[in-house]
């Protein structure tokens, strides 16, 4: 391995060590910030099939954990005023009105409220994710599977473009324009992309595809015969999933609920700002008043999709570790293994990117201990 490592969390680089020796394939980045301070930023294991060794600046496609920096973009709206939570979508894109969606808020949106999950029996093929256009008229015509505010169903890839096209409506920018001028250029982010230009395609790690999950359609086809699972089928299984996400093509389209391409170095950075009250370094991203509203837990109900309750923010989902859950913690875990999040009661921060997809939809183990170690590490520094 290589990088910084802070005596004071030294078992979190203990315990990458530890994941990558177990996982004998692949490489894998960790970052940590405490107290407004990178204390932790190490990588290692293999970039590539070649053996090539993951490098400081070696970028991963992190599938769900992008939702996280999307619904941060949004609240840099909300933080100017551009944008408010219990305002209807269509107020900042009419279209969206239509199928009945005409009171659905922002709130809704964020909360996984909608009943807007649906995208395998919305599009005929996972091609169609790589049309912006085509994949927000489809969901501005697209019905409620339920009365929004009465349920919550985990939008497990079209939460990018809702959140996304709000975004766009509203700045001008698309998403992956917002979030480099808005996110990553004031932070000095070096790898936090949605949608990766041509020029950095040389630092992404290639995915090394362990986990069938999400890989059959046969297995999509018979989990929506069931009850019990076809919301998670619908919402995460359109035909032809990965081999779109694992297509050169989509490393450079904007698809900002399954996309993402970071560094830890950036995630952790980021949400190093949210756990510091909005800023950062002097760079202000957001105001304290935010970010305590946009960490408030808005639904404790099990989740349609999920099957467990996952206590939504607004945007983030709450945050379990090795070493317990973290009450004031917010985050999001991607598919694969990947994951970042914020604990504004201890200034903390944590990121892990990785290329060994393994672990369910919602993550795996990996996160879970590597952020219970840096629990345990924030704990003992005080």
């Not at 999001?332 to 604990?343: C, Q």
Request: hydrophobic residues 40%.
């Amino acid at each position: 391995m290589d990088g910084f490592v802070h005596p004071d969390f030294a078992p979190v680089a203990a315990e990458l060590g530890r994941q990558l020796r177990a996982q004998r394939v692949g490489g894998a980045a960790v970052c940590v910030y405490h107290a407004g301070e990178c204390v932790i930023d190490v990588w290692g294991g293999d970039r590539n099939a070649a053996g090539e060794p993951w490098e400081r600046d070696t970028m991963a496609l992190s599938f769900s954990t992008t939702k996280g920096v999307t619904s941060t973009a949004l609240h840099v709206l909300a933080d100017r005023g551009l944008v408010d939570y219990d305002e209807p979508v269509a107020t900042y894109w009419p279209e969206f009105a239509a199928g009945g969606k005409e009171a659905i808020t922002l709130r809704q949106l964020l909360s996984h409220e909608s009943g807007l999950h649906p995208l395998r029996t919305l599009i005929d093929h996972a091609s169609r994710m790589l049309d912006w256009e085509h994949m927000v008229a489809a969901l501005a015509e697209q019905a409620p599977r339920y009365r929004p505010g009465t349920k919550n169903a985990y939008q497990g890839i079209t939460f990018g473009w809702l959140v996304g096209e709000i975004v766009r409506r509203v700045s001008g920018k698309s998403i992956g324009e917002f979030v480099q001028v808005e996110l990553a250029e004031p932070l000095g982010l070096d790898g936090l992309y949605i949608g990766v230009p041509p020029s950095e395609h040389h630092r992404v790690a290639q995915l090394t595809r362990i986990s069938p999950f999400l890989g059959s359609d046969k297995v999509a086809d018979w989990l929506m015969r069931r009850p019990s699972t076809q919301h998670l089928a619908d919402a995460l299984l359109p035909d032809g999933v990965l081999d779109v996400l694992w297509s050169q093509e989509a490393l450079g389209a904007e698809i900002p609920g399954a996309n993402g391409v970071f560094t830890a170095r950036s995630l952790a950075r980021l949400y190093a700002a949210l756990a510091c009250g909005g800023t950062l370094d002097g760079v202000r991203i957001l105001s304290p008043e935010t970010v305590t509203m946009l960490s408030a837990i808005q639904n404790r109900r099990p989740d349609l999709v999920v099957g467990a309750p996952l206590h939504w923010r607004l945007g983030y989902h709450s945050i379990v570790t090795s070493a317990g859950i973290v009450p004031e913690a917010f985050g999001h875990w991607g598919y694969g293994g990947s994951g970042a999040w914020a604990d504004p009661s201890r200034e903390l921060s944590v990121a892990l990117v990785l290329n060994r997809v393994a672990g369910t939809p919602f993550g795996d183990m990996r996160m879970v201990r590597m952020s219970g170690a840096a629990l345990r590490c924030a704990n003992r520094r005080g």
